[in-house]
């Protein structure tokens, strides 16, 4: 219902809050047969996943990540 009712920003906030792991937990993905690897930094306003890594912050949108 909050999502119809436009309510974005605290859908948003109640599943972070409700998602300990989009916070400060190793992950790793694989891109193109590459193995990458970051630290969650949250989640954005459009529901992405956001990935520290050495080359800057990532937005995941899709896909699958292991949690270490």
Same mark, same amino acid.
């Given at each position: ?12 906030? #109640? ?15 694989? @891109?193109? &047969? $590459? %193995? ?7 989640? #954005? ?15 995941? @949108?899709? &896909? $699958? %990540?292991?949690?270490?």
């Amino acid at each position: 219902a909050r999502l119809r009712a436009g309510d974005h920003a605290t859908l948003l906030r #109640d599943w972070t809050e409700m998602s300990p792991a989009a916070h400060g937990r190793d992950v790793s993905w694989i @891109v193109e &047969g $590459e %193995v990458r690897r970051g630290v969650t930094g949250g989640v #954005d306003g459009e529901g992405a996943l956001l990935v520290r890594t050495a080359s800057g912050l990532e937005r995941l @949108v899709a &896909g $699958e %990540v292991t949690w270490a």
